[in-house]
């Protein structure tokens, strides 16, 4: 014998007429559901406290009050799914209750026969939305964390600083300016302001800009209608629409035409579209965040970039640093990397030696994290134990081995007759580590492998003593 179709369902029925609402509790009991029905809002709110709900049919108008304030205030929990009941005539608080969360509606009177058939496609929306949820869950950690660490710590607050002002203004953020190096993170970057921000549970739409045909670029931005061009057989959308009330990620933006950055720039400002082909405007809410490898306002001065389109992208202007100004974090971002990649090979967790600490230290990552990602992985399938020593690092490593200082000697050095000054060269380290870290005595510390400290104490000594040919 088959199972009742909602066996093992708990429903709340939220409705004020008694006779429809035992209509329809006995309906669904004869279904295998476990039904409590209540007829008020207070009501309402005492069950979901006392009660592990799996859906609520919600009556609009209620002796105390409406619905939708229980919709409002998350009375329910994210949960637990709710399906609407209104009067005829109320389809506009429907469309008010599915923009709340509602997952469907019910326009009063209607056929008990149909509470099974919008019920079941009222659960399996839930149960969409649910792996919708993991997914997203599953994608950012599959990607890794954010390591911050006290060299990316400015940045983190200046995230923390977007993040409330996207929480105050809710519709029609400002775009995000992400620029970097090739492999420093900016579509991790992008993603994780997507999924810390308020449009979490909204799409989160992907483009690689220099990765499409400078003829395609426009309709898959816009879309387009039938016939606008030779194989536009059917209408579509485009990922303005896709993504909107999300967010857009336009990766390399400086690949599209001078033209259609004119088109992108008029979406940010009007908060409408046009599709190829057609005459009529659509409104879009749509989160930007773009991203660059390249000096958008030096492009801008060259006439190769929109500068209007520049100006209105600088207003949030994030910069991810290369791995080789990141100092000791980047042993704290290997690490991360490190067990996401034992995980994704179902491998035992590993660690790194200290031989292969100094070696991450040592190596200049002109890949950045990509390339980081790229070594471990290398290391993880090819080198045996439980310490990884990242063997080939040592090879690819400027001018030695990567192990210690003496990467940097050149092994043809004489000493000269007359002697050597020790304390000129140590001088001289140390003025080319804070020319090279822009005079940041923290920075330049964690590049000579010393504290802070002793770096300003060479510093204030006196100038006869700390002189020295450069």
């Known amino acids: ?11 709340l029925v939220v409705e004020d007429d008694l006779l429809l609402r035992k209509q329809i509790s ?23 406290g006392e009660l592990s709900l799996d859906l609520v049919l919600l009556d609009v108008n209620l002796p105390d009050g409406s619905g939708l304030d229980l919709l409002r205030s998350k009375g329910f929990g994210g949960a637990v799914g709710v399906v609407v009941m209104t009067a005829d005539g109320g389809v506009a608080g429907a469309i008010e209750a599915m923009r709340l969360g509602a997952l469907d509606y019910l326009v009063k009177p209607f056929e008990l026969g149909e509470l099974p058939l919008v019920i079941d496609r009222a659960r399996r929306n839930r149960q969409s939305a649910r792996v919708e949820e993991h997914r997203r869950k599953e994608q950012t950690r599959s990607e890794g964390p954010l390591i911050f660490g006290r060299s990316l710590a400015g940045l983190e607050q200046l995230l923390a600083k977007i993040l409330e002002a996207d929480v105050r203004i809710q519709t029609h953020l400002p775009p995000v300016l992400i620029q970097g190096e090739t492999g420093t993170g900016k579509t991790a970057m992008a993603r994780w302001i997507h999924h810390h921000g308020p449009r979490t549970a909204q799409p989160l739409v992907e483009m690689n800009c220099s990765a499409v045909p400078e003829t395609l670029a426009e309709s898959e931005l816009f879309g387009h209608e039938r016939g606008a061009f030779t194989d536009a057989r059917n209408a579509r959308i485009g990922l303005f629409e896709a993504a909107n009330g999300g967010t857009l990620f336009l990766d390399e933006l400086p690949s599209l035409s001078l033209s259609l950055q004119a088109k992108v720039l008029k979406a940010l400002e009007d908060h409408r579209i046009r599709r190829l082909g057609s005459h009529r405007e659509i409104p879009v809410d749509v989160r930007v965040i773009a991203a660059t490898s390249r000096d958008l306002k030096e492009l801008a001065a060259k006439g190769e970039f929109r500068e209007d389109l520049y100006h209105r992208l600088d207003l949030y202007r994030v910069f991810l640093s290369p791995l080789r100004d990141r100092g000791d974090d980047v042993w704290g971002l290997a690490e991360t990397l490190l067990d996401l990649l034992c995980r994704r090979h179902r491998v035992p967790p590993k660690t790194i030696s200290e031989t292969g600490r100094q070696r ?56 000269p007759p007359q002697g050597f000054d020790l304390e ?15 005079h940041n005595v923290s920075a330049a510390a964690r590049l000579l492998g010393v504290s802070r400290d002793y770096v300003r104490y060479r510093l204030a000594q006196p100038k006869d003593t700390t002189s020295g040919g450069s």
């Open 360 to 415: 991450l230290r040592a190596y200049p990552w002109p890949g950045n994290v990509r390339e980081l990602a790229h070594e471990l992985e290398r290391a993880l399938v090819f080198e045996e134990g439980g310490q990884l020593e990242l063997q080939q690092l040592r090879t690819l490593t400027p001018g030695a081995s990567a192990e210690g200082a003496g990467a940097w000697f050149n092994p043809a050095f004489v000493f």
């Open 1 to 11: 014998m088959s199972p009742a179709p909602l066996a093992g369902l708990t429903l």
């Open 26 to 48: 006995a309906h669904l009991e004869r279904l295998g559901a476990d039904v409590t029905g209540v007829e008020t809002l207070q009501e309402a709110r005492r069950m979901a």
């Open 424 to 438: 000129q060269a140590i001088n001289h380290l140390i003025r080319h580590a804070l020319n090279q870290t822009g």
